[in-house]
């Protein structure tokens, strides 16, 4: 018997979600306070043992345009995470002006 417990955790960036100019010369990375999750936690259920070693949820991959300031859907990645993650996507907007 594994006892299931549930707790929130943050949505981690991690590097995944960037802000992309179309430019070649750009580097394409945002500054990490410039995306704004919504929510920023979600809830985890699971296995007490995996449960308690999780930092955050990271989302999959997403590109934003700079000056894209609508929000963009993100799912999270929860692949052969073997727990149940609610909302399984977040919203992500990029809060910094046009350069």
């Given at each position: 018997f594994e006892s299931r417990v549930?707790?929130?955790v943050p949505v981690l960036n991690d590097g995944r979600v960037i802000v992309h100019a179309d430019s070649i010369a750009s580097t394409g990375a945002a500054a990490h306070g410039d995306l704004v999750f919504d929510p920023d936690?979600?809830?985890v259920t699971?296995?007490?043992?995996l449960v308690r070693r999780l930092?955050?949820?990271r989302p999959n991959s997403l590109s934003i345009a700079p000056g894209d300031?609508?929000?963009h859907v993100a799912e999270l990645d929860t692949a052969g995470m073997g727990v149940r993650v609610e909302p399984a996507q977040v919203k992500v907007r990029n809060r910094a002006p046009v350069p």
């Open positions: 549930t707790r929130r936690w979600v809830r699971g296995p007490r043992r930092r955050g949820i300031t609508l929000p």
